[in-house]
């Protein structure tokens, strides 16, 4: 009887420092060393960034969305935002009411920033190789062209982060840079974990 319920509480406890180094791993792998951290207090999730690019954030009282806007330094080109949005339309079929998947919601997206530009193509490429930790995600790279001539490319990630809740990260570049600063921009993504999104951080 001693033995059965020895091996039952260790078991138990193997299995909860499992769990513990599994999701502290996650943490030490996101966060790259010397990274700034930034705490997005309306949503109240966090994530890295490097030292010595600017930050701007900004949040809309009515419609309740935040956004996070980083420059890299010395770059015009250079930009990532992300936007959390609380009821986000694109998560529901408007005719049917029912929840839409989100490579549905991302072309949806896509469709609505492409009025911006006068070259607006989706790639398809990398569908699910981005995305926030634990929450469906889907993801595409743009070839882009703005009216000034510039031409450029973008990484759209859009994550379901519940029923009503999206994340979505868009990181544009020039070509001749988004792929030298891509690693940069998935450091980033994969330091936004999911158990703090939604919960309350220090």
């Not at 999730?45 to 030292?51: A, I, M, N, Q, S």
């Not at 009515?62 to 694109?90: C, F, W």
Request: aromatic share 12%; glycine share 4%; net charge positive.
């Amino acid at each position: 009887m001693d033995t059965k319920l020895f091996v039952g509480s260790f078991c138990c406890i193997l299995l909860l420092l499992l769990f513990y180094s599994s999701s502290s791993s996650q943490l030490v792998l996101a966060k790259v060393p010397n990274w700034k951290k930034f705490s997005e207090s309306a949503h109240k999730f966090r994530f890295f960034y490097p030292p010595d690019w600017q930050i701007r954030s900004r949040h809309d009282n009515i419609t309740g969305s935040s956004e996070i806007i980083l420059i890299k330094p010395n770059s015009s080109r250079t930009q990532v935002s992300i936007l959390y949005n609380p009821n986000d339309a694109l998560l529901t079929n408007a005719k049917t009411g029912k929840p839409i998947i989100p490579s549905k919601a991302l072309a949806q997206l896509e469709e609505q920033i492409s009025l911006d530009y006068i070259f607006f193509n989706a790639t398809g490429k990398f569908p699910h190789k981005y995305k926030i930790h634990n929450h469906q995600s889907a993801s595409d790279i743009v070839d882009y062209e703005k009216s000034s001539g510039k031409p450029g490319k973008m990484l759209i990630v859009f994550s379901k982060i519940n029923d009503k809740d999206s994340c979505t990260v868009i990181y544009s570049d020039s070509k001749r840079l988004f792929y030298k600063n891509l690693s940069n921009i998935s450091q980033i993504i994969k330091s936004i974990p999911s158990f703090y999104i939604g919960l309350a951080f220090g």
